[in-house]
């Protein structure tokens, strides 16, 4: 058996920001499925936000008032004024590190406009923050090995929790196909997003939601899950991302008529409304035929930005457009459609990351999360871009340092190995002793076609209930899945079925909290409700495992400041 004081599952920047306020006085173990500097957060694009008011006057207040609004009132403030106090610090503890921002020309960290920010707010490194960010924190914690253990390409098999206390998990080696138990008195997780449930979506293949549905089979809530952003702009066909800071620019988004449509839908705002907004705009012109020539796609025409805008600023932007679809924005304008981009739900924490079992604020002792796998819920119903790199290192740092305040108190837990193993065993022995009848490739196909038609942009009753009776049927086949590599050598094969498992098991959850919440409200748009309605649902979703299935119960939003008010762009 492994042992650690504190073990975190995810090297993203949510996971490292916490490791390294640890590492000083306790033992931290980071495991991560992927090599550490792979990790989703070093694909971010845009930005980071603070209101540091380098290009013109802003503040805290403004920060916050933006992302109240832009959450469409689901956030809870509490939080949400902490994400944005604490975010000047931490842009200048960044670039402290060495985190190469651009610059003005008088030399301060250039801001660029992001939607639904009143001001320029988004720090950058060109159209690369994410790695520039991630890279700065990983020198960090190399600088530090001696006393971070790190454990790459290792999977979080399963959480052990026994009495409400939290004491460790079950851990697999995919280089060796070895099982392990590891013992903890902390454990954080920090395994990011789930993106890849969805067939256009901007995420990395990593993306499948294992860290919610260990928490969740361990007997945690899933918060607000309903709550899955579109990104208005995912290469055709494709749905890899060409950032918002695009936009923030100067981009137009153009339907078939050569309209610049966002004018009908946000006029003060236009092409830099928040995102739930542009991307109903775009799905709208899409499906009442104003589409290029009728298709599927609108256009992001980016070429009056000039060639040396696009190269200084945008110069990933441009390649990815080459790369994957052949097309050159200095030269011609980029087919795009709204893209799964971002889990606004996830496991409930309270403002220092101990999650939170119920409505009453109970806690489940020892268990921590942090990053885009928690639900805190800075980001309400609907995210503005550029806070979410900020969230992962304001709330991995303050989680790490509840958890390392927590880790100085209880001895390490006692665990009998041989009975958290064996449901371990039992599940990849069911894996590969299935009848395999059913392809786990057609399987995850269907999923992914499934959720975006029946639980997309726009969802309603008819749509999310035919869903959910796909994926229960998809579940059952996914009992049945073929598996033809048996060994123990980096068997992909038995991950992806894993991960496909993960992704099915929430989607049920998505679609449960989507039929049930009976109005629109940020991300979420029912045709058949399509108004917002505080009187019965200003209030998050808590669903739980039990054995007849999803139980739904809410918990109320925290309000401090803002009351809700009409959201006018
Ligand atoms: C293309 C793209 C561009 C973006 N651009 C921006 C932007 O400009 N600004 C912004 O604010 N936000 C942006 N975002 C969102 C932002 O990048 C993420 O929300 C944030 O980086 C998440 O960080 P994290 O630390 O929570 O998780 P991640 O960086 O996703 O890391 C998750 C970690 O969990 C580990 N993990 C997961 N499951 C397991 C398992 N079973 N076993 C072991 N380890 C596991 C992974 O290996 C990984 O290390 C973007 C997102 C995408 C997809």
New binding site residues.
């Given amino acids: 058996m492994l042992q650690h004081d504190v073990v975190i ?7 490292m920001s916490a490791a390294l306020e640890i590492c000083e006085q306790l033992d931290v173990a980071i ?4 090599y ?1 500097t792979r ?3 070093g ?6 936000a603070a209101s540091l008011g380098n290009s013109e006057p802003d503040s805290q207040e403004e920060h916050m008032y933006d992302t109240v609004k832009g959450s469409d009132f689901l956030g809870d403030q509490d939080a949400i004024d902490i994400l944005t106090r604490d975010a000047p610090e931490t842009i200048y503890k960044l670039e402290h590190m060495g985190c190469v921002f651009s610059r003005t020309k008088e030399g301060k960290i250039a801001q660029r406009a992001f939607g639904g920010h009143s001001h320029p707010r988004a720090c950058y490194a060109a159209d690369r ?2 790695h520039a960010m991630l890279h700065a924190l990983y020198e960090q914690v190399m600088k530090r090995s001696k006393r971070i253990t790190i454990y790459p390409e ?3 098999m399963s959480l052990i929790v026994r009495d409400n206390v939290c004491r460790g998990m079950v851990i697999y080696d995919i280089r060796n196909g070895n099982l392990e138990v590891v013992r903890a008195i902390g454990v954080i997780f ?4 789930y993106g890849r449930a969805y067939k256009i979506t ?3 293949f ?2 499948t939601g ?2 919610i549905i260990a928490a969740f089979r361990a007997g945690v809530p899933l918060e607000d899950m309903e709550c899955v952003q579109f990104h208005p702009t995912g290469l055709f066909g494709q749905g890899i ?1 060409v ?1 918002e800071a695009a936009r923030g620019e100067g981009g137009y988004l153009v339907n078939g008529k050569g309209e610049r449509f966002m004018e009908k839908y946000a006029p003060a705002k236009m092409e830099l409304a928040p995102r739930d907004i542009v991307s109903r705009s775009e799905q709208k012109e899409i499906d009442e035929g104003r589409g290029i020539d009728g298709k599927d796609y609108v256009h992001l025409d980016l070429r009056h930005l000039g060639k040396e805008k696009i190269m200084e600023r945008l110069p990933q932007v441009r390649q990815l457009g080459i790369d994957f679809i052949g097309v050159d924005c200095i030269t011609d304008p980029v087919p795009i459609q709204p893209t799964v ?2 889990s606004m739900g996830g496991i409930p924490t309270d403002i220092d990351g101990h999650v939170i079992i119920d409505d009453k604020g109970t806690k489940l002792t020892g268990f921590f999360a942090a ?3 928690a639900c805190i819920s800075v980001h309400g119903a609907n995210r503005l ?6 969230e ?1 290192v304001v709330f991995g740092k303050r989680t790490g340092i509840a958890a390392l305040k927590f880790a100085k108190g209880p001895r390490l837990p006692d665990i009998n190995e041989d009975e958290v193993l064996a449901p371990v065993k039992e599940e990849i022995n069911a894996i590969f002793t299935s009848p395999g009848t059913e392809s786990i490739n057609d399987i995850r196909n269907t999923l992914k076609e499934n959720m975006m038609s029946n639980c997309g942009v726009f969802r309603g009753k008819e749509g999310l209930e035919k869903g959910l009776k796909k994926v229960r049927e998809l579940k059952r086949k996914h009992k049945k899945g073929k598996i033809t590599d048996k060994g123990k050598i980096f068997n992909n094969e038995l991950i992806e079925v894993l991960e496909l498992g993960h992704m099915l098991e929430f989607s049920e959850v998505i679609l449960k909290g989507a039929i049930a919440r009976k109005e629109s409200r940020g991300a979420h748009s029912r045709t058949d409700f399509p108004k917002r309605d505080d009187q019965n649902w200003l209030k998050h979703t808590l669903a739980y495992l039990t054995k007849n299935g999803i139980d739904l119960k809410y918990k109320p939003v925290t309000i401090t400041k803002y009351q809700p008010e009409e959201r006018k762009y």
Avoid: F, R
Avoid at 190 to 193: E, L, N, R
Avoid at 385 to 390: C, E, W
């Fill in positions: 599952v995810g090297s993203g920047l949510a996971g495991i991560s499925k992927v550490p990790s989703h957060s694909a971010a694009q845009g930005g980071v923050t994410g290792w999977y979080l920090a395994t990011g997003g901007s995420n990395a990593a993306n294992d860290g991302l950032s981009h971002y990053g885009e796998c871009g550029t806070n979410s790199l900020l992962a």
